[in-house]
């Protein structure tokens, strides 16, 4: 016997789990020009099961059914689902296990498996036209297929509905502004060419590499980290990251000269896909600018490492390569008038105990820098009470200070360590508690938000390449789900994972937040919402369920109704 029911997509059904610890929901409100999503879950348990007929059709009927996508939900097998000495009691399981986060095309070209006592999910993805408004109801069916002639097992069953379920939408007659927050999650082309054996910026990594960068810009990143030099970012000597360096270096009797052809390819594919901001890559190794970035180019004809491992950050050397390079790269960017486009990094997380060496590094370019923003991870606010980051990016667990300084414009991140009452993007955190990032950045009126794995595919120090279908943490380093959102599909495009939707859903929330408090006040919305949590919102307080994180966005979207009917 079939059973279903339609559920919020704030839920993750693993497929071990009874249906009936689900609540079904009846209704939704949204905003034109949103990607609202629900999931159906369905499964065949006894007493009577279903004849033995693997695949049914799913069909979608309603006022909106031409704006949906349908998805599977597939599970991952995942080793290191929690870091046993940072949880706490709001994560889904702690034991390594079969977890749901991929997000697949529907199989045999469109229809649905029915296993059994086996709980799957369909993702109904519904992309709500700018201009639509009212109500309707959603209905989704599963249907016995034709059975081929002599299956005698399930000729009985022709045709048969299986299941019918609806939700009601009601799209408010206003639409969903423009995002104006920045979000990057660092983008890795070196773990593009590893995985699918490409040469480094051939026709065909290029091609992969626009896949997935639309992809990113499709669901809200309008940033995209830009690897001037190839990224000093989680790799340990002596181990290299495979060379992506888009500036060409030549050294000819000492005279450095820079080709920006990579670059200029690079940004106008920005251009294309509607990418507003670049990154540039660290100029520094991560841990603590020890070291130069590793940089390749041609010296006297030929094409050779120049500087890397056994190169200090603070060598003569290295620091002329840079300012000339800097100077260089400015100069050809503003004469493309995208200068004011490019956000600068010097080293990743650096702390006091290496300020000196921080400001030895950082100063040797910011003169040519100035007028331009440099943004660093970092947790210690002195870096900032003396002027040395004028743009600092704390993490979640160390934006308080930063918050009652008032840095202007400030931006935030998490990473490997916001696990302990933050949210993050955990397979094993649900997704509520991840899509929770949304009105905590509208809280503290957040500018920039950057999370540091959008595919990285590499072990920890990128020794090896790892394979993300079987490996969602590098290789037994951080909690699964923490380095990447999107999986390799084999012909060159991402997947899309639930923890990749949520944090869509997150920046629609701050969008729809941010609609309200046109009609009404910062302090006003952040009252209706944490009066519909039932707590204050902070970076430490998550939604815990489904319901407390729909009731969040149904306040703001009930706000936005009310203004608008006057």
């Known amino acids: 016997m079939l059973k279903s029911k339609l559920v919020s997509s704030q839920e993750k059904a693993f497929v ?102 086996k709980l799957r999910s369909v993702w109904v993805e519904i992309r709500i036209p700018e201009d639509y408004s009212g109500d309707s109801d959603l209905y989704i069916s599963i249907r016995m297929q034709s059975a081929a002639e002599g299956d005698t097992e399930c000729i009985e069953l022709n045709n048969t ?36 054996h490409v040469p480094v910026w051939s026709e065909r990594h290029w091609e992969i590499i626009e896949n997935f960068a639309a992809l990113a810009v499709k669901r809200g990143r309008n940033m995209l980290y830009t690897p001037l030099l190839t990224p000093a970012l989680n790799v340990q000597d002596p181990f290299e990251r495979v060379p992506t360096q888009l500036v060409d270096v030549t050294l000819t009797d000492g005279v450095y000269s820079f080709c920006f052809d990579k670059v200029d390819r690079w940004v106008d594919m920005c251009d294309r896909l509607g990418i507003k901001y670049l990154e540039i890559s660290h ?14 180019g041609v010296v006297d004809g030929v094409y050779k490492n120049i500087f890397g491992w056994e190169t200090l950050s603070t060598d003569p050397e290295y620091l002329r390569f840079l300012r000339e390079m800097v100077t260089a790269f400015v100069a050809h960017m503003k004469a493309r008038g995208d200068d004011k486009r490019c956000y600068y990094h010097i080293t990743d997380e650096p702390t006091m105990e290496y300020f000196d060496r921080f400001c030895t590094v950082k100063n040797n370019v910011a003169d040519i820098l100035e007028g331009y923003k440099i943004t660093d991870a970092l947790a210690d606010i002195e870096f900032y009470e003396v002027g040395a980051v004028t743009a600092p990016v704390p993490s979640t667990s160390h934006a308080q200070p930063f918050i009652e300084k008032n840095v202007p414009d400030l931006w935030v991140y998490y990473a490997c360590n916001q696990l302990v009452g933050y949210s993050n993007c955990c397979v094993s ?15 503290y009126n957040i500018a920039g938000f950057l999370h540091w794995g959008y595919n990285y595919y590499n072990n920890r120090a990128s020794g090896d390449a790892i394979n993300p279908y079987l490996d969602l943490g ?31 859903e997150a920046l629609q929330d701050v969008r729809a937040m941010r609609l309200a408090e046109r009609y009404y006040s910062h302090e006003a919305v952040v009252e209706a919402m944490e009066k519909a949590l039932g707590a ?24 936005i109704e009310k203004a608008i009917s006057g």
């Open 16 to 117: 071990d789990d009874s249906i009936e610890k689900f609540e079904a929901l009846p209704s939704i409100t949204a905003l034109g020009g949103e990607n609202l999503s629900v999931q159906l879950l369905y499964v065949d348990e006894g007493p009577e099961y279903l004849a033995r007929r693997p695949i049914c059709d799913i069909q979608v009927e309603g006022a909106l059914a031409p704006y949906i996508t349908l998805r599977d939900v597939r599970s991952v097998p995942v080793d290191r689902p929690i870091n046993p000495e940072m949880v706490d009691e709001n994560y889904l399981r702690t034991t390594p296990g079969i977890y749901p986060d991929i997000l697949t095309p529907l199989r045999y070209g469109g229809e649905v498996v029915i296993s059994r006592d």
């Open 161 to 196: 509905l299986l299941c019918r379920e609806t939700v009601h939408i009601r799209v408010i007659p206003a639409k969903l502004p423009e995002q104006e927050l920045i979000f990057t999650q660092w983008f890795y082309c070196d773990c593009l060419a590893s995985y699918y």
């Open 283 to 296: 100029f520094y190794h991560q841990h603590q600018a020890y070291n130069s970035a590793k940089v390749y």
């Open 429 to 443: 955190m649900p997704t509520w508690r991840t899509r929770s990032i949304g009105m905590q950045l509208y809280k």
């Open 474 to 504: 590098g290789e037994d380093w951080v909690c699964a789900g923490d380095t990447f959102v999107v999986y390799p599909d084999f012909d060159g495009t991402a997947l899309e994972s639930i923890r990749m939707m949520a944090l869509e």
């Open 536 to 559: 204050p919102i902070t970076f430490t307080r998550c939604a815990y369920t489904a319901d407390e994180m729909l009731r969040v966005r149904g306040a703001v979207n009930e706000m």
